[in-house]
């Protein structure tokens, strides 16, 4: 059973530094997807990725997949306020159907 | 394009009572998804539906049902209610692989209490 791990749990970080966050999963997959959830809101598509390698950048944000090593990474750099939220990442088990299967989530606390 | 629709958007029911919770997915998409969402268990995967068909289920007892329509509109049911069932639930829907639309768009959720 494809188990999805998100570390840290929570992240309390200054504005300006860079932090990253990991996700590891236990089963093959080469589709992994980062999502962002404000309090009380739904989930914001930020990342697809969908090969062993892919690296996506937006705004301060940027992940990666290592589908050898079954990890990705979410790196932010010179983090402002505005990015205080709850991340998740998923890893999609379907086999050409859609089931995601979403990691613990890592919520983030920007301080100004 | 308007985005994934959900109602109602909060319900509040007692044990034992049955629910169903509506969800309008894009309009062209065909795959749609429910998951629920708790503080303890996080985000868990409910059921996917394409062409009416149930592909995929997630480890949820029987009480938790589903269907879709030929609109691809689909219908979440909850019966025998539980206090553990209040949670937030999220539609989510999607295209089958199409590129440039990899990913699945979520509705805004149902918050369910359960009393």
């Known amino acids: 059973e494809l188990k999805v791990e998100q570390n840290p749990l929570f992240l309390s970080m200054q504005e300006g530094k860079n932090y990253t966050i990991y996700c590891n999963y236990s089963?093959?997959?080469?589709?992994l997807y980062w999502y962002r959830q404000d309090p009380g809101k739904s989930l914001e598509s930020l990342f697809v990725?969908?090969?062993?390698?892919a690296v996506k950048q937006e705004g301060r944000s940027m992940a990666s997949l290592d589908t050898k090593a079954r990890l990705s990474t979410l790196h932010i750099t010179a983090a402002v306020h505005d990015l205080s939220a709850t991340y998740f990442c998923?890893?999609?088990?379907?086999?050409?159907?859609?089931?995601?299967?979403f990691g613990t989530g890592t919520r983030l606390k920007v301080l100004a | 394009k308007a985005g994934v629709t959900q109602t109602p958007r909060y319900l509040i029911k007692t044990r034992g009572q049955q629910v169903t919770l509506s969800c309008s997915p894009i309009?062209?998409?065909?795959?749609v998804s429910w998951y629920q969402q708790t503080p303890g268990q996080g985000l868990q995967f409910l059921f996917e539906?394409?062409?009416?068909?149930?592909?995929n289920k997630g480890n949820f007892p029987g009480r938790f049902s589903g269907r879709q329509f030929s609109n691809s509109r689909s219908e979440m049911n909850v019966s025998t209610l539980e206090l553990g069932d209040s949670a937030l639930y999220l539609c989510?829907?999607?295209?089958?692989?199409?590129?440039?639309?990899?990913?699945?768009?979520f509705g805004p959720g149902t918050r369910l209490l359960v009393l």
């Open positions: 989510a829907s999607s295209q089958p692989r199409q590129p440039g639309q990899e990913t699945q768009y």
């Open positions: 089963t093959t997959s080469d589709r």
């Open positions: 309009s062209g998409h065909r795959s």
């Open positions: 998923a890893v999609d088990a379907g086999s050409g159907t859609y089931k995601y299967i």
């Open positions: 539906y394409f062409s009416e068909t149930q592909r």
């Open positions: 990725l969908l090969s062993n390698g």
